[in-house]
T-cell receptor, first 114, second 113 residues
Framework: NAGVTQTPKFRVLKTGQSMTLLCAQDMNHEYMYWYRQDPGMGLRLIHYSVGEGTTAKGEVPDGYNVSRLKKQNFLLGLESAAPSQTSVYFCASTDPGGSYNEQFFGPGTRLTVL | GEDVEQSLFLSVREGDSSVINCTYTDSSSTYLYWYKQEPGAGLQLLTY?????DMKQDQRLTVLLNKKDKHLSLRIADTQTGDSAIYFC?????????????FGSGTQLTVLP
């Protein structure tokens, strides 16, 4: 049981390049989330999904797109990377039927945009 | 809008108690959480408290909730060097059908030998 995994772990992009971050979970969770973490700002929600084929915007969605084609995977895309998107990205998942809705986090992807 | 606030840094001596404080703004929060992040890792749930409780104790951890002042605290007894990490307070809100969390900025706990 791997929990939540993220690929890649590190990436350096040039301004204007595109990339996709992959999140996978093997816990059969319905809900999945993408956050970004910046120094002194905690985690901010980018997008989330409450089930296969559904996505919704979070607090800071601009410049990102997401897709949830399979229940176990949640993809985060950057179409044209900007230096302001330099951050650490975390994926999380949860079972909405659980008693206290713990979110399980992946190890993160450190992205640098030059 | 929702806002969760924490102080950024705390240093304690090994063996002392640590108290990390948090204030939140949304009185409709159902659960309040403490997550721990070790260097280079993701967040891990440390403990949580349901909004109708005042206190929860779990081994070395004590969570106190003051709903009137919207204040949450985490006390770690007999703090060890392995407790050095960033601690995030989070409130659980419902947004439509989602179970969203709003996180504080995190408190960096440094345990000195």
């Amino acid at each position: 049981n791997a929990g939540v995994t993220q690929t890649p772990k590190f990436r350096v992009l040039k301004t204007g390049q595109s990339m996709t971050l992959l999140c996978a979970q093997d816990m059969n969770h319905e809900y999945m989330y993408w956050y970004r973490q910046d120094p002194g700002m905690g985690l901010r929600l980018i997008h989330y999904s409450v089930g296969e084929g559904t996505t919704a915007k979070g607090e800071v969605p601009d410049g990102y797109n997401v897709s949830r084609l399979k229940k176990q995977n949640f993809l985060l895309g950057l179409e044209s990377a900007a230096p302001s998107q330099t951050s650490v990205y975390f994926c999380a998942s949860t079972d909405p039927g659980g008693s206290y809705n713990e979110q399980f986090f992946g190890p993160g992807t450190r992205l640098t945009v030059l | 809008g929702e806002d969760v606030e924490q102080s950024l840094f705390l240093s304690v001596r090994e063996g002392d108690s640590s108290v990390i404080n948090c204030t939140y703004t949304d009185s409709s929060s159902t659960y309040l959480y403490w997550y721990k992040q070790e260097p280079g890792a993701g967040l891990q749930l440390l403990t949580y408290i349901f909004s109708n409780m005042d206190m929860k104790q779990d081994q070395r951890l004590t969570v106190l909730l003051n709903k009137k002042d919207k204040h949450l605290s985490l006390r770690i007894a007999d703090t060890q060097t392995g407790d050095s990490a960033i601690y995030f307070c989070a409130e659980g809100l419902r947004s439509g059908s989602a179970r969203q969390l709003t996180f504080g900025s995190g408190t960096q706990l440094t345990v000195l030998p």
